[in-house]
Structure formats: structure tokens, C-alpha cells
């Protein structure tokens, strides 16, 4: 008898793990918190790689469905000075191997893949624990509660399953978002959107950058990074949008007015995002019956890399327990022997690039590193 598979987490990544598993017949619960699909909105672009989401919705049966997803030209990227200048702008030719896809939209895409059922809304974890012989208890918010011989932690970065397997704790990497959107930008705001592009800007000083893709329907999103310490955001009321946003303006004045503008000019309010991170060698010892995926094992800085570490992960693990249907803990060591060095290699490289994006030379540094990067995939 097979393995009944219960998952902690509605993300890119317990979606994979759960759709690989239906395609080679194996049940799986995924057990979420929000109350439904729509409950909040699932953020901005993803750029999915050719060396690691491509080839986990292709274990997914779901190329030809990504494909339909992928928002021609967004590949194209420049850098920008703080007086507007632009100093690098890489055109989209249609032979990158990361095109972009709104993450709504391919969240999407693995939901509707998925038996009626798989999904459990509204089942917030309270707690987990071990009852012997390779089986857990998850209790929910509601008091229910599952009992499960294979418990797969896929709930991000403040997971409730980590516990079972870690002591790590995410800690503040030194440095927090400010997102903003603008709609109908290229109308409302043709200044902010010119200096855009058609793709992504990165406009980045020591310790602080300006940041914004555009996405599909004309809207511009906006991250602002600022390297603070948390105690300097908490001084910032960002229940008063205005000031909020004028205090934030404020660390960049005397820059160029096309890129203050993607701050001052937004049409939402500006939302907080601290950013944290596990170890970058964070590994546990094998725990019978038990592992983790995704922001879950190995949450770094953002860099590229999550959404698509998460669904790489899953659909290695989802192949390794088809691989394997009579010896789970089999193949959980295989998954986790090969997931621990593949993480700890993409935060590391992830590191790097903060610092080149951020380093008292930025954002000359930062080119460096791109087009040395850039030169490197060529010879490849």
C-alpha cells in the first residue's frame, strides 16, 4: 500500500509535489490555511528557470500550460544611476531561459491540475507531533486534527513543521521591501513606466535600491529596498500611507524624478516586507516520516531563486517517493542528500549578489557582476 501523503501548504511548491504525486497515481492531501484560492493576491512576476521550474512543471505535465502563461519581452532588464542614466538595458531576443509568468496565474494552473478535494482550505496548523513509528499528528486552528506516515512541510518561511526536523529560526537579513503598485502606468504615469521599460529596473545605491517590474494589464510594481535595521521601520506609521510613503521617498531625495515617481506617485498604500533567512547550510538528520520543502528548508533573501527552489523540490521529492513506493524513508534521504547541497549553493550565490547590489561601488558593482554573469552563460 502506498504512502498516503499529507502536504502543509497551498504555495507553488506543495502544489508540485502534489501534482507529481497525481501523476504517478498517488494520493495526497495538501492541507492550507487561507480560506480559498482568492483570499489574498499571490504577488508579482516570477522569472522561471530553465535549470529547475521549467523542469519540475515538466515532471508536472505542465509545460505546455506555462508556456501559455509567459508574458512576451519581460526578460528584458536595465540598471539605472540615481540621476536616470541608464547604464546597462538587456534586451529580451526570446532565447532566455527564465521568462516570466505572474505567480497568481501559475499558482492557478497547478490548482486546476489537481483532483477536486486535494486541496483542504481554511486549515490554519497549530501544532504538529510525533506519535512513534514514522507517524505525525497535525492539529488544526478548529481543534481537528491528521494523523499521517509521511508529513511534508511546504509552509514557507515561519513553517509549523520545521519544528519536527530543526531548531533553525529565520532571522532579519539587515534589510526590508516597501512595495508599491501603479496602475494604467503607461498612461497615468508615462514617466515612471519610460523608465521601466518593458521589463525590470534596478536602480540600486549602497544600502538602498529602487526596484519595479512591469506586469501584465499596464501596472507597475514597485519594491523598494532599504538596508535598516527593523527598529528604524518601526518608527514609520504605514498606517498613514502618506507619511509612510514621504518617509520613504525621503531616503532617496535628490534622485531623478522618473524614479521617485515609482514611489511617491503609487496608487496603493506601501506595504512592509522584512526580509529573513534560515542558514545558508541549514540540514537536519533524517527524521522517519517527515521532511520540508521550499522557504520551509532553505528561505534566503529573494534572489530569484524561491518560487523556483520550491517547485524543484517538489517535484524531486514527488519523483523520489514514485521511485520508491514501498521504502518512503528511502526516498526521503535520496531527496534530502541532493536538496541540502542544491539549496545551500542558490543562498550562497544569492548572498553575492546582495552584496555586489548594495557595496559602496553599486550600482557599478552590480553590473560587474551581471554582465561577468552574463558573459559566463554565453560560453556555457
Do not use: C
Not at 28 to 39: C, D, F, L, N
Not at 292 to 316: K, R
Amino acid at each position: 500500500m502506498r504512502t498516503p501523503v499529507t502536504i502543509i501548504g497551498a504555495g507553488l511548491g506543495g502544489l508540485t509535489l502534489a501534482r507529481v504525486l497525481h501523476v504517478h497515481g498517488i494520493p495526497a492531501t495538501v492541507y492550507e490555511a487561507e480560506p480559498s484560492p482568492t483570499a489574498r493576491t499571490q504577488g508579482g512576476m516570477l522569472d522561471i528557470h530553465d535549470d529547475n521550474g521549467q523542469p519540475a512543471l515538466q515532471a508536472a505535465g505542465l509545460i505546455d500550460e506555462f508556456r501559455g502563461l509567459i508574458l512576451e519581452g519581460r526578460q528584458q532588464y536595465r540598471v539605472l544611476d540615481r540621476d536616470g542614466t541608464v547604464l546597462l538595458d538587456v534586451a529580451d531576443d526570446g532565447t532566455g531561459g527564465r521568462p516570466e509568468v505572474q505567480r497568481g496565474e501559475l499558482r492557478r494552473v497547478l490548482l486546476d491540475s489537481l483532483p477536486a478535494g486535494t486541496v483542504r482550505w481554511g486549515h490554519k496548523v497549530s501544532g504538529v507531533r510525533a506519535l512513534g513509528d514514522a507517524r505525525h499528528e497535525v492539529t488544526f486552528a478548529d481543534g481537528s486534527t491528521v494523523v499521517t506516515s509521511l508529513l511534508v512541510g511546504a509552509d514557507g518561511a515561519w513553517s509549523r513543521v520545521r519544528p519536527l526536523l530543526s531548531d533553525a529560526t529565520p532571522e532579519y537579513v539587515g534589510a526590508s521591501f516597501v512595495e508599491t503598485y501603479l496602475f494604467d502606468a503607461d498612461t497615468r504615469h508615462p514617466a515612471g513606466a519610460r523608465a521601466v521599460g518593458g521589463g525590470s529596473l534596478f536602480a540600486p545605491a549602497p544600502g538602498k535600491a529602487i526596484q519595479a517590474h512591469r506586469e501584465s494589464g499596464g501596472v507597475l510594481h514597485t519594491y523598494v529596498s532599504l538596508f535598516k535595521p527593523q527598529d528604524w521601520f518601526a518608527g514609520i506609521d504605514f498606517t498613514d500611507p502618506a507619511s509612510a510613503t514621504a518617509r520613504i521617498a525621503q531616503e532617496f531625495d535628490g534622485w531623478a524624478p522618473q524614479l521617485t515617481a515609482l514611489i511617491t506617485d503609487a496608487d496603493t498604500a506601501p506595504v512592509l516586507r522584512p526580509l529573513n533567512a534560515l542558514p545558508i547550510e541549514h540540514r537536519w538528520d533524517r527524521v522517519p516520516g517527515v521532511t520540508l520543502l521550499g522557504d520551509a528548508a532553505h528561505l534566503s533573501a529573494p534572489n530569484g531563486e524561491g518560487a523556483n527552489l520550491a517547485m524543484y523540490d517538489g517535484a524531486e521529492l514527488g519523483k523520489a517517493i514514485a521511485a520508491h513506493p514501498d521504502d518512503v524513508e528511502a526516498a526521503l534521504t535520496g531527496y534530502e542528500q541532493a536538496m541540502f547541497p542544491r539549496s545551500a549553493t542558490a543562498a550562497a550565490e544569492g548572498a553575492l549578489f546582495y552584496e555586489a547590489a548594495f557595496v559602496d561601488n553599486a550600482p557599478h558593482s552590480l553590473i560587474n557582476m551581471l554582465t561577468g554573469h552574463e558573459q559566463g552563460q554565453q560560453g556555457q
